[in-house]
């Protein structure tokens, strides 16, 4: 049975309101989360102090409660309302100052009713994001009593990962970052979308290439993930970062670095072809965990899915982001692209034309019919026209498609159509 709204709707409110940060018991919560989803995640913790390359596995962070009171002990700002009111990595406070002390770790955004989302990881500092109202508010006290009961010690960083094996040795990387507090679509989305992808692809009977989840903080998440599993790059065909899929904006595809990988092709494809409303960007070295993967001395392919990109919607880091924003359909949606990107790989193929010397007579063989003039049936006639003329050995189905301008699925059909018939000699690629 496919992933349904409610079960994804289920997902979502389970994890928004989970405190993630880059260590701590929020990111292990989440994959607790996970695994009553039925994703059978391999837990990792890699205890601080690690070397990852240029970088050390940080202490974790852990917090308690945090909060900015009157003097008479009401809370004017209450880390119990949001978890966003503290700056994610902040060190623990616990004095009492005035306005004019307290107001250079303040943080207010561009929305007024909203808190912006601010963190301070590898920095020894603290801070309140606040909306308008609390700004004024404060300003209005002499003295406030600021608290931040939180904590770094000597612990672990936490991933959790899952594989989905293939019938090659071929592995196709799913990448999604799992460290952000009470944001919905950066990046509850994309942790819904990577969670019911799995489903998605755990129920076919016959998967071609491994499919290898990682449920992971960004940045010191990925490069240690990548430190770790070395030995495992060269067998990556391609990863794929997934984020910020929820919202009703249109897709946009982040191309690999190499610009030119199948991965890319197969984008353009859907694109051009298969009507999915996006806009393609070339690679920059900008952005999320495609970052490390494309770094020189990884060079893992890895192409980014995203709708509106980061800081690209004015909801984006702030608490505007939140459930209303984004909505079940759309991460359906963006899992069924995903899906169907994937099943590029899974079905692409080499025809060769064993009839290659003029055309064969095909309405001998019945695969040309004077009279089948609906759309269907020119649409089907010329694709095999196309398969036939292009069956050289030397372009892939995905190729035909994006020459003809046909979709992948017609062409694939024309091809085992002609198979049938033995025009065509079907070969495997992208092993
Ligand atoms: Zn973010």
């Not at 940080?58 to 009401?74: F, H, L, Q, S, V």
């Not at 009593?145 to 293939?166: M, N, R």
Request: proline letters at 5%; aromatic letters at 10%.
């Amino acid at each position: 049975m496919p992933i349904s709204e409610t079960e994804i709707k289920e997902l979502t409110h389970r994890l928004f309101p989970i405190h993630r940060s880059q260590t701590g018991t929020g990111v292990r919560e989440t994959l607790d989360v996970l695994g009553d989803f039925g994703i059978q995640l391999d837990r990792i913790e890699i205890p601080s102090g690690t070397r990852c390359f240029d970088w050390h596995i940080p202490m974790e962070w852990n917090i308690n409660d945090a909060y900015i009171a009157d003097m008479a002990g009401k809370r004017l700002v209450d880390y119990r309302q949001s978890n966003l009111h503290v700056v994610n990595g902040s060190v623990p406070i616990d004095q009492t100052m005035s306005f004019e002390e307290l107001a250079p770790y303040l943080h207010t955004c561009g929305l007024p009713d909203a808190l912006p989302y601010r963190t301070a990881f590898f920095q020894d500092t603290w801070g309140f994001c606040i909306n308008q109202i609390q700004l004024e508010q404060l300003r209005r006290q002499k003295q406030l009593q600021v608290k931040i009961d939180a904590s770094y010690f000597p612990g672990c960083l936490t991933y959790g990962e899952a594989t989905l094996s293939g019938e090659t040795h071929r592995t196709i990387l799913i990448w999604t970052h799992i460290c952000h507090p009470s944001l919905a679509n950066d990046n509850v989305s994309g942790i819904a979308t990577a969670a019911a992808l799995y489903h998605r692809l755990h129920q076919l009977t016959r998967r071609e290439y491994n499919y290898h989840f990682v449920f992971a903080p960004a940045t010191i998440g990925a490069i240690a993930w990548i430190s770790k599993n070395e030995d495992l790059l060269p067998g990556i065909f391609y990863g794929l970062v997934l984020s910020l899929l929820g919202d009703d904006s249109n897709f946009t595809f982040k191309k690999t670095r190499a610009n030119n990988h199948f991965v890319d092709r197969c984008l353009e494809n859907l694109k051009t072809i298969g009507h999915w409303p996006a806009s393609i960007r070339l690679f920059e070295p900008m952005g999320y965990d495609e970052r490390q993967f494309s770094s020189p001395g990884i060079n893992v392919p890895t192409a980014r899915i995203t709708r509106n990109p980061e800081a690209g919607f004015p909801q984006y880091h702030t608490s505007a982001d939140n459930l209303d924003f984004i909505s079940e359909n759309r991460i359906l949606e963006s899992v069924e692209l995903v899906f169907e990107l994937l099943m590029m790989a899974e079905d692409n193929c080499l025809p060769v034309n064993t009839s290659p010397k003029c055309e064969p007579r095909l309405g001998q063989r019945r695969l040309f019919s004077a009279f089948g003039d609906s759309e269907s049936n020119i649409k089907f006639q010329k694709a095999v026209l196309w398969v036939l003329n292009l069956a050289d050995g030397t372009h892939d189905a995905l190729e035909i498609s994006s020459r003809s301008g046909l979709p992948f699925q017609e062409i694939l059909t024309a091809i085992h159509t002609l198979e049938m018939h033995g025009l065509i000699q079907i070969r495997k690629v992208n092993p």
